[in-house]
T-cell receptor, first 120, second 116 residues
Framework: DTGVSQDPRHKITKRGQNVTFRCDPI?????LYWYRQTLGQGPEFLTY????????KSRLLSDRFSAERPKGSFSTLEIQRTEQGDSAMYLC??????????????????FGEGSRLTVL | AQKITQTQPGMFVQEKEAVTLDCTYD???????LFWYKQPSSGEMIFLIY??????QNATEGRYSLNFQKARKSANLVISASQLGDSAMYFC?????????????FGTGTKLQVIP
């Protein structure tokens, strides 16, 4: 399988516990995104990596959230001291760098199946 | 201000009819890309169609076409000959650099229901 994979698919935890999600992007993709999606809403941008560099973080990402992408391959998203409001689907996506000779090529995002977090 | 606005929370369409899903966007970046994604009840995000800001013609992919009106900053998705399997959430998204780095921002989505 050469798609984006996320692990675990489901996580139930008690409030105050730490959780970590892993994302393995498509191997030749140098861009990796994390989004959070709650029921009936669109994906909300959390953070974005180009290779190993974390280029942007949303204001939604409190100090309890941290993301890494060591060596520019897989990425982890850790949530410390979870709260019930953290319950959501956490989506990872990867893309290739669009060619930029004055134009953008597609560079569409390829999504994983998501990691669903339930905080009790 | 919202970067991507989808004003239709829900839409109904009769099977075999065409339907238009609205999307407006806001960016100061002259070079940007617009995407539409489909999310069935199973949850996976499926890429449908892409329009670049410099593209002269509207994008088409099978039954999907994008009505791109640059001056109005709109990028509406048209689905022709609707099928029952088209029932899903549809999200409009934009990639631009107006925030400093390229990132992709999604709208709140439109839930499409196809009626037999």
């Amino acid at each position: 399988d050469t798609g984006v994979s996320q692990d675990p698919r489901h996580k139930i935890t008690k409030r105050g516990q730490n959780v970590t999600f892993r994302c393995d992007p498509i191997s030749e993709h140098n861009r990796l995104y994390w989004y959070r999606q709650t029921l009936g809403q669109g994906p909300e941008f959390l953070t974005y990596f180009q290779n190993e560099a974390q280029l942007e973080k949303s204001r939604l990402l409190s100090d309890r959230f941290s993301a890494e992408r060591p060596k520019g391959s897989f990425s982890t998203l850790e949530i410390q001291r979870t709260e019930q409001g953290d319950s959501a689907m956490y989506l990872c996506a990867s893309s290739q760098l669009p060619l930029t000779s004055g134009r953008l090529s597609t560079g569409e995002l390829f999504f994983g199946e998501g990691s669903r977090l339930t905080v009790l | 201000a919202q970067k991507i606005t989808q004003t239709q929370p829900g839409m109904f369409v009769q099977e075999k009819e065409a339907v238009t899903l609205d999307c407006t966007y806001d960016t100061s970046d002259p070079s940007y890309g617009l995407f539409w994604y489909k999310q069935p009840s199973s949850g996976e995000m499926i890429f449908l169609i892409y329009q670049g800001s410099y593209d002269q013609q509207n994008a088409t992919e099978g039954r999907y076409s994008l009505n791109f009106q640059k001056a109005r900053k709109s990028a509406n998705l048209v689905i022709s000959a609707s099928q029952l399997g088209d029932s899903a959430m549809y999200f409009c998204a934009m990639r631009d650099s107006s925030g400093g780095y390229q990132k992709v921002t999604f709208g709140t989505g439109t839930k499409l229901q196809v009626i037999p």
